[in-house]
Structures are given as structure tokens and as C-alpha cells.
């Protein structure tokens, strides 16, 4: 978090940057109170070909029991899960337990998560998970930057040839295998891999430019750190190997830092 917080000092220099404690303990939220994971358990998705107002409801006693779960999530941040939360209810959830006087554009909150955000798209009509939610608070998904840009092709034609082998022989795997994943190791940014603290960075870019250009936090230029990459490929080219912002990009920065507060 130091060297997110040192280059974001360095490259906005106008902001003063904070870095707050973990979120639930800057609110003051009581662990022990179940409402917060009622909360948080109620956005979660289970269908992701339907949009969050259509999710089926919950089995009896699924709820109660994802509620426990939720806890001990809260309890235990840095846990990864395999659910999958509405990120703009997130965003919601997070803004309501944001002090009153920083809900303002002033305040850029950028709250870091291990859970997996996603928004649901209607070109497609399914959900997709997002590394990155920006708006008040921003959220950086720090399982999005291992999900969300797509693996190399030749990963998915291989998991499916693998699936299909190994459903000869028993269940089918839903999940990417320690063998899938290591042979195409190195290709994409993968659960505890270093350069998650370097895309992180290429985010919170990407999220403060949202405010500085009110709402366009990309930039369309392949060697740009504002690109949208839709590939791990272009997630490492772009944040880890050559980590630069383009000349239109960064006039547009230092316009902003040299601007009157
Ligand atoms: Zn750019």
C-alpha cells in the first residue's frame, strides 16, 4: 500500500493522499453486528445471465447461513471467496458508511477489496467482473485484477480440451486447476502475484482520472496506463513492463495538479 500511495503523492501531486485503516475499522463498523454482513450477503449474485433486480431469491436458510459467512469474511478482509458481489451495490453499501462531510467530490475514496466485483452489461446481458468500480467510493477488486481481463486464448482452449478429457473420467472441474494455471504461468497476474500492488496503481490512475475528466478514465492508446485492458496481456504490458501515461494523459494531470484548489 506504501508504494500505491507514494506514486499516487507523486502523480497527483495536488491531492493530499490518506491512507486510512482497513475500511470497516475507519467506519467504525462492530464486527459482532450481523447487519452489515445482511448487507453484504444480500448483493452477492447467483445468476449472473440476469441483472441484480431479477437475482432468484434465496433458499430458505441460504441467506442466514451467507450472513455467517459474511462475518467471517469482515473478520478476516484479506480472504478470498468465490461470490460474486453487484459492484454498484457495493459502491452503494460502501457510501453509506462513508462519514457525512467526505460524501463529496472533494474526498476521493478509494477503497480497496479482495471481493470480486462485477457489473452486469446489458450488450450481452450477463455479469462481468471489474477490477475496477469508479465513483463514490471508487473500488479497486483486487480479485477483478486476477478475473476480470481476460486470460491468454490459449489458456481457456486448453482448460476446455482438459475439462473435456477429464470428464471421461470423473466430475467435471468448474475451477482453473493448479495445472492449468502453471502451464501458462507468468502470463497473467494471478491471486498473491507481486504485480497486483502495479495494476492497483494503473487503477487508482484510472479512477482519479474519472473524477479529473468527469467520467472518462481511459484512454485509447495500447501504451497508455489509462487503457482499459480487457486482457492480462494488456494489464502487464501496460502497468507492469512500461508503466507510462501517455502525452495527451499527462498534460491533462499536470493541468489538474497545477489548477487552483
Ligand atoms: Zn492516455
Not at 232 to 242: F, H, K
Request: hydrophobic share 35%.
Amino acid at each position: 500500500m506504501d508504494k500505491v500511495c507514494k506514486q499516487a503523492s507523486s502523480a497527483f501531486s495536488r491531492c493530499r493522499v490518506d491512507i486510512r485503516p482497513p475500511f470497516f475499522d475507519f467506519v467504525g463498523i462492530d464486527r459482532a453486528d450481523p447487519s452489515i454482513a445482511r448487507r453484504l450477503a444480500s448483493i452477492t449474485i447467483s445468476e449472473v445471465k440476469q441483472p441484480f433486480e431479477r437475482q432468484p431469491p434465496r433458499k430458505v436458510g441460504e441467506l442466514e447461513q451467507m450472513v455467517i459467512n459474511e462475518q467471517q469474511f469482515i473478520a478476516c478482509p484479506e480472504l478470498v471467496t468465490n461470490l460474486l458481489y453487484d459492484g454498484f451495490m457495493m459502491q452503494r453499501v460502501f457510501y453509506s458508511m462513508l462519514p457525512e462531510d467526505e460524501r463529496i467530490t472533494e474526498h476521493l475514496h478509494i477503497i480497496f477489496t479482495s471481493k470480486l466485483a462485477c457489473t452486469f452489461s446489458e450488450d450481452d446481458w450477463r455479469y462481468h467482473a471489474r477490477a475496477l468500480v469508479c465513483g463514490t467510493p471508487s473500488i479497486i477488486s483486487t480479485s477483478g485484477i486476477v478475473e476480470a481481463p481476460a486470460k491468454p486464448r490459449e489458456f481457456y482452449l486448453y482448460r476446455a480440451q482438459a475439462h473435456y478429457l477429464s470428464s471421461q473420467r470423473e466430475a467435471r472441474r468448474d475451477r482453473d486447476t493448479d495445472e492449468d494455471k502453471d502451464k501458462f504461468a507468468g502470463q497473467y497476474i494471478d491471486y498473491h502475484d507481486k504485480r497486483i500492488t502495479d495494476a492497483a496503481i494503473g487503477y487508482v490512475y484510472q479512477a482519479t482520472m474519472f473524477f479529473i475528466t468527469f467520467g472518462q478514465p481511459f484512454c485509447n492508446l495500447q501504451n497508455c496506463r489509462l487503457y482499459n485492458s480487457h486482457w492480462q496481456s494488456d494489464l502487464i504490458r501496460t502497468q507492469v513492463l512500461n508503466p507510462v501515461i501517455c502525452k495527451r494523459h499527462k498534460k491533462l494531470i499536470d493541468d489538474f495538479n497545477k489548477s487552483a484548489i
